[in-house]
């Protein structure tokens, strides 16, 4: 009989955190959320586990200058609703990107994410912020160079 090969799976009190920092000043939106989306699940580590949270801390500077190809500008609309009768709100991403950058990064990440509880969670390891300052310097992030 031959050796039994076993899958290795992380233990809770086992797990490593960093935190990386991005700037996101000329990134492509997309790609950008993407790369984001591996790290917070974990996917770039060896030892990923897809039931835990596994991944890392990313803080996002300059969201604000984030680009857009194509037409995207003039096509991608956020919507919302008041919960009241014809209460429905469209946003064009020109006019959000100008009033709330952070949501535009955000909401592109988020939707790579998985729609469970787990998702949630790792949606809280993302900062975004609109200009170059964040009060995360005491973390001592790394700087993380994306394609």
């Known amino acids: 009989?031959?050796?039994?090969?076993?899958?290795?799976s992380m233990k809770e009190s086992e797990i490593r955190k960093k935190w990386y920092i991005v700037d996101a000043q000329g990134k492509i939106l997309g790609r950008l959320a993407t790369e984001i989306a591996t790290i917070l699940r974990g996917k770039n580590k060896p030892t990923f586990t897809p039931h835990m949270d596994m991944g890392?801390?990313?803080?996002?500077?300059?969201?604000?200058k984030v680009k857009l190809t194509g037409t995207k500008s003039q096509d991608i609309e956020y919507f919302s609703h008041s919960q009241f009768p014809g209460g429905k709100k469209f946003t064009n991403i020109q006019?959000?990107?100008?009033?709330?950058?952070?949501f535009v990064?955000?909401?592109?990440?988020?939707?790579m994410l998985p729609r469970n509880r787990l998702g949630r969670k790792m949606f809280k390891n993302l900062k975004v912020y609109a200009g170059a300052a964040h009060?995360?310097?005491?973390?001592m992030p790394e700087a993380l160079d994306l394609k």
């Open 135 to 139: 009060p995360h310097a005491a973390q």
């Open 1 to 8: 009989m031959s050796k039994l090969q076993k899958t290795y």
């Open 105 to 111: 990064v955000e909401h592109a990440i988020k939707g």
């Open 95 to 102: 006019k959000m990107m100008q009033v709330k950058p952070e």
């Open 56 to 64: 890392d801390y990313v803080i996002v500077i300059n969201a604000e």
